[in-house]
């Protein structure tokens, strides 16, 4: 087996390292600034202690879990990640095909790099997937943002992410030294045709001025889909709370992996208050250096609904095509029962708080 010897996410990280030139990496392992927070993401999982029950009866013991109306084999979602054929050159095709494979949900970027339409073609009609979701990047053009969610509505995807976090990109210093670009013939595809953003010479705060996002544009795209519509890069109470009087169908706990503020707290330290904050009105999500089983059911046990993976599912589709991103899924998935085992837990509604001390 090609994978022998890979028998953790950071042995793939190790064994992608080795595929992907520095550009690239800098990309996809990169965070902002510091990345202080990119650091402090994995390492707050770390901190938090399980404390186990033992002698609990196992038998029937599962991961399944209800999320949207829908049930799912397991809460574990691949986040929305552009640019995937940097990566490897099937991209977004080959982590949907396995996340499909896994049961895992597939959240699609805006800026992926094949047609949202082939990736929804290629799996939905497996019926063992996970859900399939489109993370949107509401664009300054809203005739083209609302074509776009019509393509994305048709194509069947079942909910969209919008992404709040990031009205500007963040301070990326280690891109900038490596001097990353996009190479030729990997470009953001579903965005094509779109009219070029009116450029604002100045500075950044002008740019964001004129496209950041607000309550009212979560009102529009509310107003302008049948979808469900979840916001991704919440991590105040007070904005979870402004979520659900909008109408919103669920969060996502989200520092965008480190990669935009630098310095923010992790989302596992940000995550109780959420949960506390939405009490149960929605799914609350969560990702960030989700890089063990344990860390699943850490995030569980505070009162996450599933977890999203990132970088991980790159390591593994930058080595070893959709086979590397089953893998990883795999690894993650089989760590996460024997977590559960271990802690006396027979499905996720054991897993509370009083499984961290
Ligand atoms: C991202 N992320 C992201 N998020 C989003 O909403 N839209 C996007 O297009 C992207 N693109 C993207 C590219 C790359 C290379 C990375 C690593 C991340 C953020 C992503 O969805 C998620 O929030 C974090 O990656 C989760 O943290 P970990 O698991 O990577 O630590």
């Not at 879990?65 to 991209?91: C, D, F, K, N």
């Not at 499909?100 to 597939?106: E, N, Q, V």
């Not at 609350?284 to 995030?299: E, F, Q, S, Y």
Request: aromatic content about 4%; some cysteine.
């Amino acid at each position: 087996n090609v994978f022998d010897g890979l028998v953790s996410l950071a042995d793939h990280e190790a064994r992608a390292s080795q595929v992907l030139d520095a550009q690239a990496q800098a990309y996809f392992n990169g965070g902002a600034a510091d990345e202080i927070t990119l650091r402090d993401n994995a390492a707050a999982w770390q901190r938090l202690r399980l404390a186990p029950r033992v002698l609990q009866p196992l038998s029937g013991g599962h991961t399944r879990l209800s999320l949207l109306g829908r049930t799912l084999a397991h809460p574990i979602l691949v986040a929305p990640m552009a640019h995937q054929r940097l990566a490897h050159p099937h991209g977004e095709l080959a982590t949907a095909l396995a996340a499909a494979a896994l049961g895992a949900g597939m959240v699609l970027s805006t800026q992926a790099n094949v047609p949202l339409e082939q990736v929804a073609q290629l799996v939905l009609g497996d019926a063992d997937r996970g859900p399939l979701w489109f993370q949107l990047y509401i664009q300054p053009d809203r005739a083209f943002t609302q074509a776009l969610v019509r393509r994305v509505e048709a194509a069947g995807y079942e909910a969209l992410v919008l992404t709040v976090d990031a009205p500007v990109s963040g301070a990326r210093d280690r891109e900038r030294r490596a001097g990353f670009r996009l190479p030729p013939g990997v470009a953001a595809v579903n965005l094509a045709g779109m009219a070029p953003a009116a450029t604002h010479p100045g500075s950044v705060l002008d740019h964001a001025s004129a496209h950041a996002l607000t309550w009212a544009d979560v009102d529009w795209l509310c107003a302008h889909t049948r979808l469900p519509v979840l916001l991704k890069g919440i991590t105040h109470p007070a904005d979870a709370r402004e979520a659900l009087e909008h109408g919103v169908a669920g969060i996502v706990v989200s520092n965008h992996g480190g990669r935009t503020l630098d310095t923010v707290t992790p989302t596992a330290e940000r995550l109780p208050a959420v949960v506390d904050a939405v009490r149960g009105a929605v799914p609350v999500l969560v990702d960030g250096g989700i890089r063990r089983g344990t860390d699943v059911l850490k995030a569980m046990a505070l009162g996450a609904s599933a977890v999203l993976l990132g970088r991980p599912v790159i390591h593994g589709l930058a080595h070893g095509g959709a086979q590397g991103v089953s893998h990883v899924i795999r690894l993650l998935r089989d760590e996460l029962e024997m977590a559960m085992a271990l802690c006396g837990c027979r499905d996720l509604g054991q897993a509370t708080p009083e499984l961290l001390v």
